[in-house]
């Protein structure tokens, strides 16, 4: 028999799936879906395409292009037809440069739906459209791993000049009320997502003081730019062998006396990591202890390098750092946007999540502590989540999309990272693709 609370979670996911289907789909979007289901039912047919893709960049030519493709599909025992047909292509040479120029507008297209714009300036016209649907975002300028000081300065002041770019942006739109407070205060306009992966090149496992010593100056700039321009800078989190060094970066820079107002700041929560309590437990003591005149933002997503730590941890005989079962990973989540929700004082929460489930349980957890719909932000990413989107603004929630910035060989890995959650056998996209009853979606993990 189901508790009252798993009755409402039920309702509410309801109601939302039957808004978010009662969305404008484009016939392109629904040819996604159908990629999405065969992809994710064919695990050689997804390497290959995954391999593909990762490539795509660095081919010189639509030749090259069409070669590496049909290299790539070649390795398959079994062909869906379409590419049955692409690899007879590759006959002649005007074939395979017409079949490379087909290959790079559709690596074009996927890469499109999940990154914004290359530069900042060319990604206004979208911010302006979200924030009219009653959306913010998160800007986040791609780029990973930085290999030498020049480079790292280079991101540093992109990320400078992009702080001043969205001030002047988003100061010229019209009042948004359910975007612009909660019941703590004023929250940004503006807000802007960065790795110090990018902000320093010394980042390493066994040496963290020292990335974090590197990073420390090129943060500080971007904190006191923030402060002056009214924006909110987000600290990204990466693979579990940077986690540390990004969390002592962050909450020791925070901690700071000229800090201590602003800027409102955050970092982020990955749910998918078997300690993540103990560091939830941590943050919240740190928030409770500071402060801050602008609360600790707390992004909490479920974690996109579940397929790196896997592999990473077999191959040195290391115990896994992530849960393997979904299920327990959904249940961490849930347990701490609780957590996160009861130190509403103290700490915001932003739920980042695609699955109906966990964005459900959030909005009914929210309203059984005593908060207003507007005191939980939910996050999606752009072109993922953007029918849920439409559905949490009808609900009345405040949405914010994660939308990156960069060009495709920068967009690289963030874009392999999508393709993975996107065909996932175990992805929630994918289950609703295949028509999982609305029971079993909604169900408790």
Not at 101 to 129: C, M, N, T, W, Y
Not at 224 to 249: G, N, P
Not at 251 to 273: H, I, M, N
Request: glycine share 6%; with cysteine.
């Amino acid at each position: 028999m189901q508790s009252p609370a798993e009755r409402e979670i039920l309702e509410v996911g309801s109601r939302l799936l039957t808004s978010a289907d009662s969305s404008v789909h484009s016939p392109v979007r629904a040819i996604d879906k159908r990629a999405l289901e065969r992809a994710s039912q064919d695990a050689e047919l997804r390497t290959a395409l995954l391999r593909f893709v990762d490539v795509a960049p660095a081919c010189r030519s639509p030749a090259d292009l069409a070669a590496h493709l049909i290299g790539f599909l070649g390795e398959l025992h079994e062909r869906p037809l379409p590419l049955d047909a692409a690899m007879r292509m590759g006959s002649s040479k005007a074939a395979r440069a017409a079949l490379g120029r087909a290959a790079a507008a559709g690596v074009r297209h996927v890469a499109h739906r999940f990154i914004v714009a290359e530069q900042p300036g060319d990604a206004e016209k979208v911010l302006r459209s979200l924030w009219s649907e009653g959306v913010t975002t998160s800007v986040d300028l791609l780029g990973e791993a930085t290999l030498s000081s020049q480079e790292a300065d280079r991101y540093a002041q992109r990320c400078l000049d992009t702080l001043d770019s969205l001030a002047g942006i988003y100061a010229a739109l019209a009042p948004m009320p359910q975007l612009e407070a909660d019941s703590i205060g004023p929250i940004p306009r503006a807000n802007l997502s960065v790795k110090v992966s990018a902000l320093t090149p010394l980042l390493r496992p066994d040496a963290p003081e020292l990335g974090e010593r590197d990073a420390m100056p090129r943060l500080r700039a971007l904190l006191r730019r923030a402060k002056e321009r009214d924006v909110h800078l987000h600290v990204d989190m990466e693979s579990f062998d940077s986690r540390e060094a990004v969390t002592e970066l962050v909450l020791s820079l925070l901690g700071e006396d000229e800090f201590r107002d602003g800027p409102s700041a955050g970092l982020v929560l990955q749910a998918y990591l078997t300690d993540s309590p103990e560091l939830c437990e941590r943050i919240v003591a740190w928030a409770e202890r500071s402060a801050r005149a602008q609360p600790l933002v707390v992004r909490l997503v479920k974690g996109a390098y579940w397929d790196h730590e896997v592999v990473d941890a077999r191959q040195h005989g290391w115990r896994s750092p992530v849960f393997e079962v979904k299920a327990e990973c959904d249940r961490n989540f849930e347990a701490l946007t609780v957590r996160l929700l009861k130190t509403r004082s103290h700490l915001r929460a932003a739920i980042a999540s695609h699955n109906l489930r966990s964005v459900a349980h959030a909005i009914v957890a929210n309203r059984a502590l005593g908060g207003q719909p507007r005191d939980v932000e939910f996050q999606v990413l752009r072109g993922l989540g953007d029918e849920l989107q439409r559905a949490l603004v009808r609900e009345g929630l405040r949405v914010r999309t994660y939308c990156p910035i960069g060009d495709l060989v920068a967009g690289m890995a963030y874009l392999v990272r999508r393709l993975l959650e996107n065909t996932s056998n175990q992805s929630f996209l994918a289950d609703q693709v295949r028509g999982r009853p609305l029971e079993e979606l909604l169900a408790a993990p």
